[in-house]
């Protein structure tokens, strides 16, 4: 099946909605506020006794919480990294997937041989090898091609520096909060694989590093 052009989101970095996996409400965006919230969720303790946040869907709502630096502090002890490392990923290679499917492959079904076989041999998706994060797309089109920059390597590679950029955060909906949020907390860098065999490497914050030792799980290589 040749790749089509169809239109795609504004954002192209924006893959998704998260369709019932949320269910409280964002506070505004505020950047300055969301970058304290990100950077806060990395330092302190407390004796507090507190659940475990184990999944993406927890760190996405400790990001959209109204900012509460006592209640951030006390919650930074009890993330489990390598735990939301294996939940965001799982769902990310989804989201990855579909966008790919819906904008490249005439809405092709992720349930479509050639879907399948593309995803199989990692050309479009997303995986980790311990707390390195890739993302693939193989069917971008060539700056030659004439087509909007997003649909491009470089143009897609734009998208991702910018929204992975702490110093100047730009403006995000909810789900782009969490999505890039997340990347940034939870991996030394990401791998971004295009057509042709190009790729380049994103470096990001991985602020909670200095909480490893509070990983549930040895940090091993693992896939999808």
Not at 2 to 25: F, N, S, Y
Request: aromatic share 10%.
């Amino acid at each position: 099946m040749k790749p089509v052009a169809r239109p795609v989101p504004p954002d192209p970095t924006l893959l998704a909605e998260l369709p019932g996996r949320l269910t409280i409400q964002p506070a505004p965006y505020r950047p300055a506020g969301v970058l304290y919230v990100l950077l806060t969720l990395a330092s302190g303790c407390s004796s507090q006794p507190v659940k475990p946040i184990t999944t993406f869907d927890g760190h996405c709502r400790a990001v959209l919480t109204p900012p509460d630096p006592d209640a951030l502090v006390t919650r930074a002890r009890y993330f489990a990294p390598e735990s939301i490392r294996v939940d965001f990923t799982r769902l990310y290679d989804s989201l990855v997937v579909v966008y790919v499917a819906d904008a490249f492959l005439d809405s092709a079904q992720l349930t479509d041989t050639v879907v399948r076989e593309l995803r199989d041999v990692r050309m479009i998706g997303a995986w980790r090898e311990g707390t390195h994060l890739h993302v693939a797309n193989a069917l971008l089109f060539a700056p030659e091609d004439k087509m909007p920059s997003d649909m491009t390597f470089e143009g897609w590679a734009a998208g991702y520096r910018k929204f992975l950029d702490l110093e100047r955060p730009p403006e995000m909906s909810p789900i782009q909060r969490c999505l890039f949020s997340a990347i940034n907390a939870y991996f030394v860098d990401l791998t971004l694989h295009g057509p042709g065999g190009r790729t380049e490497v994103v470096p990001v914050s991985y602020y909670m590093e200095s909480h490893e030792r509070y990983n549930d799980t040895p940090n091993q290589r693992t896939t999808r």
